[in-house]
């Protein structure tokens, strides 16, 4: 839809119950100089099944322009240049920065390496045994995406964004009738205005989260609940899936430029959909790369894993017996 120029993409999420570090540094990234030319970017593969890819891009009429700057203010949050619209409460204000300072540990567990932490273990459950191999142009293009995201992921983390980009946080939705938080299990949607010179990167992204989300229990809250429990229940990862910092983790992967490129869509939501995606069978890299929760639920899993000192990354309920043995973890 064009208007002055330019053209809005929505992206929403649909949450089912639930130093910027050099490449020299981060020895589980491909090692890539650079990200690929946007220009380059792949069109979306096509999903497994229609029923793993809701309809997550629908248009609205956008308003004239960016939203003026005084309609929103700075939240206290380690994520810089977050800021919520004043029609917030106060009390989904705070809500909002303890979601942001959590999903900032989940990012940090992500993209900050940790001297002999094993990452290629839970990348390769969240986003398929191909995110690190090279050796043809699928497979490097797949790769260096993935790594270009990673790095990007870590700007954010370290605060090291450029002064005009900015993360805009609503607590109801910006268009008249809008019904998207009325539909069932949607906990929040992101969007932004693409400028239609394609040289031109998205600068400020919008995320509506709906009242669902600030239901959410909290990432802390979750772990210390988990540290009384079984080993065997903290190696499930459903039990701690349904956190507000995953909403807003998720949310955040599909900021493109800001964070992604190419797009990211929403081809599986949970941890046993995701799961299934990364494998072969159900589409591997290819598409979990471009998965928006894929790589929220890859944070979690590292971030529980150090967190709580398992011998291994949590895992969906139904691998779990198949893949580890917690006797030995």
């Known amino acids: 839809m064009l208007l002055s120029n330019f053209v809005v993409f929505i992206w929403f999420c649909f949450a089912v119950a639930q130093p910027q570090p050099s490449q020299s540094t981060a020895p589980y990234w491909p090692s890539h100089s650079t990200t690929p030319s946007r220009l380059t970017a792949p069109s979306l593969p096509t999903a497994p099944s229609e029923s793993n890819r809701p309809d997550d891009h629908t248009a609205h009429e956008p308003p004239e322009d960016e939203p003026p700057d005084d309609d929103f203010e700075l939240l206290k949050t380690t994520f810089p240049h977050t800021y919520a619209h004043r029609g917030c409460t106060d009390q989904?204000?705070?809500?909002?920065?303890?979601?942001?300072?959590?999903?900032?540990?989940?990012?940090?567990?992500?993209?900050?390496?940790?001297?002999?932490?094993?990452?290629?273990?839970?990348?390769?459950?969240?986003?398929?045994?191909?995110?690190?191999?090279?050796?043809?142009?699928?497979?490097?293009?797949?790769?260096?995406?993935?790594?270009?995201?990673?790095?990007?992921?870590?700007?954010?983390?370290?605060?090291?964004?450029?002064?005009?980009q900015k993360l805009r946080f609503w607590c109801f939705p910006r268009w008249k009738n809008d019904d998207t938080c009325d539909k069932a299990k949607v906990y929040a949607k992101s969007w932004?205005?693409?400028?239609?010179?394609?040289?031109?990167?998205?600068?400020?992204?919008?995320?509506?989260?709906?009242?669902?989300?600030?239901?959410?229990?909290?990432?802390?809250?979750?772990?210390?609940?988990?540290?009384?429990?079984?080993?065997r229940d903290q190696l499930i990862i459903d039990n701690a899936v349904g956190v507000s910092a995953v909403t807003m983790l998720h949310e955040i992967y599909h900021y493109r430029d800001m964070i992604v490129y190419p797009s990211t869509t929403d081809y599986a939501y949970g941890a046993l959909k995701c799961h299934e995606l990364a494998t072969k069978a159900g589409g591997g890299t290819e598409l979990a790369y471009r998965n928006a929760e894929s790589y929220a639920i890859d944070a979690l899993a590292i971030y529980l894993q150090q967190t709580l000192q398992l011998g291994f990354p949590p895992i969906s309920r139904k691998y779990m017996n198949e893949e580890i043995d917690p006797a030995g973890a």
Not at 98 to 115: C, G, R, S
Not at 139 to 160: E, T
Not at 198 to 216: M, P, S, Y
Not at 217 to 226: I, K
């Open 192 to 231: 932004f205005w693409y400028p239609e010179d394609e040289d031109l990167a998205i600068k400020i992204h919008h995320t509506v989260f709906c009242d669902r989300f600030f239901w959410q229990p909290g990432l802390q809250s979750t772990v210390d609940r988990l540290k009384t429990k079984p080993m």
């Open 92 to 164: 989904q204000k705070r809500n909002l920065e303890v979601a942001a300072n959590d999903a900032w540990l989940l990012a940090k567990a992500q993209t900050v390496p940790v001297e002999g932490y094993d990452y290629n273990l839970p990348h390769s459950q969240w986003l398929g045994d191909d995110w690190n191999k090279q050796g043809d142009e699928t497979l490097d293009k797949q790769s260096s995406y993935i790594a270009g995201n990673f790095q990007n992921m870590a700007r954010l983390v370290s605060g090291n964004l450029e002064k005009d």
